[in-house]
């Protein structure tokens, strides 16, 4: 069976990718190793000019842009930023839609790189309808992150990197909210280190996508409860949902607390300020830390974007 998401694809992707997103850093977490009693490597995308793993893949879909051209797309803000900076260095427009709950930094990130955002709706799926009405009235196409095959193989430049790591891994946890993170970098690898364990992390307060990937068919919630907006999906994309066949081994759910118990062991041992959706990797080995003792596990720190506000209250006190 051929699969939606290109191996091609994802190996090109480097050469057309801005480089400032690219080769993140990566190292062995040694301080978290003798909390969790595993070999631990983090890779941190979080330093770049948006804060997170998203400019790989709008980056990647941006280089077909030309100077003029309007993209319409929704975002909880870390997508849109990444979705702005790109159209911003081809010259061309970005309409982006979020949430009237949307994180105000995210939002004012988007504005000042130069996108048109617009406010709709209570959480990020009541955006993502707006755009697409918005899209289909104006006759603009319509960006759709984890429909997008861009979005996924952009991100899937992270682990041809996390594989140049010399020894092999046991486990690879990688946050999952519309699943381009999950299956861009789970198709590299599975292709590429089968015997790694690929698994998605979500939170228990949006499952909507672990759900839809264990059953076979798309559930849907009414709404979703969690502090994580980056991974907060609560209507999948039926194609991403796909696309995690035969590149995703299992998924694990956490909890907001084990998060915020996440968050401050990355800032008090690593010194890095992780966004709750960001930190959802080193959640899974918090509230299953029997699973992973003893095992050589990757993750990836994909988001740092935190108002003063969310920094104050969830890294400096405890949950």
């Known amino acids: 069976m051929t699969h939606r998401l290109s191996l091609e694809r994802i190996a090109a992707a480097s050469s057309v990718i801005d480089p400032v997103f690219l080769d993140s850093p990566q190292f062995r977490a040694e301080s978290l190793e003798a909390v969790f009693g595993c070999r631990l490597v983090v890779k941190v995308e979080t330093l770049n000019p948006i804060r997170s793993f998203k400019g790989r893949g709008a980056s990647l879909y941006g280089s077909t842009l030309r100077a003029g051209d309007t993209v319409i797309t929704a975002s909880a803000g870390n997508f849109g930023q990444a979705v702005a900076y790109a159209c911003r260095s081809r010259g061309a427009s ?121 059953s076979g068919r798309i559930v849907t919630y009414e709404r979703i409860d969690t502090i994580a907006d980056g991974i907060g999906v609560r209507v999948p994309v039926p194609e991403a949902v796909a696309d995690m066949q035969g590149t995703v081994d299992d998924a694990i759910l956490v909890t907001d607390t084990s998060i915020l118990a996440a968050m401050r062991l990355a800032h008090e041992h690593l010194g890095l300020v992780i966004e709750p959706s960001g930190a959802a990797g080193l959640a899974a080995i918090v509230e299953n830390p029997a699973r992973f003792r003893g095992r050589c596990v990757a993750t990836i720190l994909c988001g740092g974007n935190l108002t003063p506000q969310q920094m104050t209250e969830w890294l400096r006190r405890l949950p």
Request: no cysteine; proline share 6%.
């Open 94 to 214: 970005a309409i982006i839609f979020a949430s009237v709950n949307a994180n105000p930094l995210k939002v004012d990130r988007m504005r000042a790189f130069g996108a048109d955002v617009r406010l709709h709706g209570e959480d990020f799926d009541e955006a993502k309808v707006e755009a697409k009405r918005y899209a289909a009235a104006h006759g603009l196409p319509m960006l759709e992150d984890g429909l997008e095959p861009a979005t996924a193989e952009g991100a899937g430049t992270i682990a041809i990197e996390l594989l140049r790591w010399p020894d092999p891994f046991d486990d690879l946890l990688v946050p999952l909210g519309n699943g381009a993170l999950l299956t861009g970098v789970g198709r590299w690898t599975k292709a590429h280190a089968l015997a790694t364990q690929v698994i998605g992390v979500a939170a228990a307060g949006a499952p909507a996508m672990v759900e839809s990937w264990r």
